[in-house]
């Protein structure tokens, strides 16, 4: 239930707040005052797209925050712990702000939420009407809703829904798997060709750098030869001098005077040191010289095996290490290509799976639906007849699409066997449901968007709520003119009937029919004033000696006019008596 509503900076409203009561509410106001703003205000708390054109001139932003009790709104506390925000003693603070320029804010029981979350959060709780939703309740869609609320199949539809959803994305992947069955072939057959190169050459990781430079060593194997002996006779010839002599005679010329200083024997110490050294250097290039002793056709063959690698090369990657890596890859792409068949038949299964869920459970929502439609009719029929259309006749047709049998394979939109026939289906099952009236005695029911006018539209729309509040309660209702294109005495019934749906969910009517606004619990009036030419709205609920001036300015259209008071206090004596209040 709605206790609170504050607004600002929304239209003609400055700044303005309301307490709301259980109860019929009424909202009234004369022409131009921003009765449509309150709308507004709650379509924004409900999370309808945001209009920047809405916010007031001069303001920089419109702010609409709702204050709601939870108690009777199921699950709705739970939704909001979710969410991370606060209930706090069974209530709730939602607000909406809307900037001139910039991104609208949404905070739910004080967390910020995207404005989608706020709507399916709040809107499965308050349900507005509007003379918008005439043209919604001409819809098929719309009246199986409608009629699918009233048979309480919110869990079974989602069950069927699941399935639907299900079935498109596995017929999706199937027919993309057919369709490029050739593709997928040969696809199999260039991997597997270069599989089968690499291989046959079986080549090693780095093989490629270490067969380069062996080729370079090779093809200069005689200059190297030549090198390494030079340089070992230049350290070590034992005919002439060489680095190993010269360096000797160094050292015997240090040690014979050592002793007297110990700089200059550090000095003997580190010839010693080049010493060893250069006698490993030079027992190194003899070995390396006396390595370069090949067999002649290891240049040959070493070229021909780099020839070969660079052939894989040229195709699978720019090293032997990529193309490595490229045939793990492709042997892992070969195995899942060779599994199409297998997920083909996989998908398959899970099809035919999908599709007797499908035809079990649309048959139990068909089932449900027909039994339904039945008693709806005949309820919104009753109901019809205290407002003002006591002849008039609703009957809800609940059809099927018996179509042919289909191919053999089965495509995205083949119909659907329930073990009696195939039948179209959708999205929301295997039937299409639509209204009709017959408005008068005799008349051959048609449907509503082609026999029912403006004010019978809002009745029947009023009489399905009332109907439909009994088996599937919502805690808020708001009805922005629900009453347009009544009058007379079929305004006192509508308003009677707004009453009785007040004793079961919170009621909130914006209304010019005095007749309604005699009915209500709490009357609240848009008031319109202009200073310095600034027109602004504020809102206040009326005392019972004020609610009766209110009724006989809507009854008059003028103030002070002594029969409009008379009649206003009759409304509101037959409104007690219906009500039984005293």
Same mark, same amino acid.
């Given at each position: 239930? !709605? ?14 707040? #309301?307490?709301?009561?259980? *109860? ?7 022409? *131009? ?10 379509? %924004? ?24 009790? #939870? ?19 069974? $209530? ?15 905070? #739910?029981? *004080? ?43 919110? =869990? ?35 991997? $597997? ?11 090693? %990781? ?17 200059? %190297? ?40 024997? /550090? ?9 060893? !050294? ?40 720019? @090293? ?28 398959? @299964? $899970?099809?035919?799976?999908? $599709?007797? @869920? ?22 919104? @029929? ?22 042919? /049998? ?23 099952? !295997? ?24 004010? =019978? ?27 347009? *294109? ?21 009621? %909130? ?38 609610? =009766? ?34």
């Amino acid at each position: 239930m !709605l206790e609170e509503l504050r607004i600002s900076g929304l239209g003609v409203i400055d700044s303005a707040s #309301v307490d709301l009561g259980p *109860g019929l509410t009424v909202i009234t106001g004369e022409t *131009g005052a921003g009765k449509t703003m309150i709308v507004t205000a709650l379509n %924004l708390l409900l999370g309808q797209r945001a209009d920047s054109g809405a916010v007031r001139t001069g303001a920089r932003q419109a702010r609409v925050e709702g204050v709601l009790n #939870v108690r009777g709104a199921v699950g709705l506390a739970e939704s909001v712990d979710e969410l991370g925000g606060e209930v706090e003693d069974d $209530r709730v603070l939602v607000s909406r702000s809307v900037a001139s320029v910039g991104r609208p804010k949404t905070f #739910v029981g *004080g967390a910020a939420v995207p404005t989608s979350t706020l709507a399916a959060t709040i809107s499965p709780h308050v349900v507005v009407h509007g003379q918008s939703d005439q043209g919604r309740l001409l819809q098929t869609k719309h009246q199986r809703g409608i009629l699918d609320r009233y048979a309480g199949l919110g =869990e079974l539809l989602g069950i069927y829904r699941d399935a639907y959803s299900e079935l498109a994305s596995v017929e999706e992947q199937l027919a993309v798997l057919v369709s490029a069955a050739r593709e997928r072939v040969q696809e199999a057959d260039l991997l $597997r060709y270069g599989l089968n190169e690499v291989e046959a050459a079986e080549p090693k %990781l780095g093989e490629d750098d270490e067969l380069r430079a062996e080729e370079q060593r090779l093809g200069y194997v005689d200059n %190297l030869r030549t090198a390494a002996e030079n340089a070992h006779e230049a350290l070590s010839n034992d005919g002439g001098s060489d680095a190993m002599s010269l360096i000797a005679a160094a050292r015997r010329q240090i040690d014979g005077v050592r002793e007297h200083d110990a700089a200059f024997a /550090a000095l003997g110490d580190r010839l010693a040191e080049v010493q060893y !050294l250069l006698s490993d250097v030079a027992a190194d290039l003899a070995a390396y010289g006396a390595g370069l002793d090949v067999d002649p056709h290891r240049l040959a063959a070493v070229s021909e095996r780099r020839a070969v690698l660079a052939g894989l090369t040229r195709k699978y990657g720019d @090293t032997i290490d990529e193309v490595l890596a490229w045939a793990e890859q492709a042997a892992a792409r070969v195995g899942d290509l060779d599994d199409t068949d297998g997920t083909i038949e996989t998908l398959r @299964t $899970r099809r035919a799976a999908l $599709r007797a @869920t499908i035809a079990s459970v649309g048959t139990e929502i068909s089932t449900r639906r027909q039994a339904s439609a039945s008693t709806l009719a005949a309820s919104v @029929t009753d109901e019809l007849t205290h407002l003002a259309m006591p002849n008039a006749l609703l009957a809800v047709d609940v059809r099927q699409r018996s179509v042919e /049998a289909p191919a053999n394979d089965l495509g995205a939109h083949a119909p659907i066997w329930t073990g009696e026939g195939w039948l179209q289906f959708g999205s929301s099952g !295997l039937d299409e449901v639509e209204f009709l009236i017959a408005a008068n005695t005799g008349s051959p029911p048609r449907p509503l968007a082609k026999s029912a006018s403006g004010g =019978e539209l809002s009745r029947v729309m009023l009489a399905l709520e009332v109907v439909v509040a009994a088996t599937s309660p919502v805690p808020t209702f708001v009805f922005d003119e629900v009453d347009a *294109g009544i009058g007379g005495s079929a305004g006192v019934d509508v308003g009677r009937r707004l009453a009785m749906l007040a004793r079961s969910a919170q009621v %909130l009517v914006v209304t010019h029919l005095p007749q309604v606004a005699a009915y209500a619990d709490t009357h609240v009036v848009v008031n319109k004033s202009s200073e310095e030419g600034v027109t602004s709205s504020d809102l206040r609920v009326l005392t019972d000696d004020e609610r =009766e001036q209110e009724l006989s300015r809507m009854l008059a259209g003028l103030e002070g006019s002594e029969t409009a008071l008379a009649h206003a206090r009759e409304l509101r004596e037959v409104a007690r008596a219906a009500a039984g209040r005293n």
